[in-house]
């Protein structure tokens, strides 16, 4: 509020319980449709640790790793016209 004249209208709002802001449906959306493509899947519980792909190559290698078990997973995909498929 620096540098605002005693004067000047404003507006605030002030959440004292944090932020007011619902990530559910941002996320849902989204996982909901592509869910109903073919070869996508969700993975909850792990992190992406690698991901390679060669310059000019539809080929992609993404590695991720079980956050539960601790074991690595490798994964190959080549993009093409119509969706993501494994390799």
């Given at each position: 509020m620096e540098r605002r004249a005693g004067d000047?209208?404003?507006?605030?709002t002030r959440i004292v319980s944090g932020a007011d802001?619902?990530?559910g449906p941002l996320t849902r959306h989204p996982v909901g449709?592509?869910?109903a493509m073919k070869g996508f899947a969700v993975h909850y519980s792990h992190r992406v640790?690698?991901?390679?792909?060669?310059t000019g190559s539809s080929?992609?290698?993404v590695c991720a790793k079980?956050?539960?078990s601790g074991s690595v997973h490798s994964r190959?995909?080549?993009r093409?016209?119509?969706?993501l498929k494994e390799f």
């Open positions: 000047e209208q404003l507006a605030a802001v619902d990530d449709y592509l869910s640790v690698d991901m390679r792909h060669k080929r992609r290698r079980d956050l539960k190959g995909l080549r093409n016209q119509d969706d």
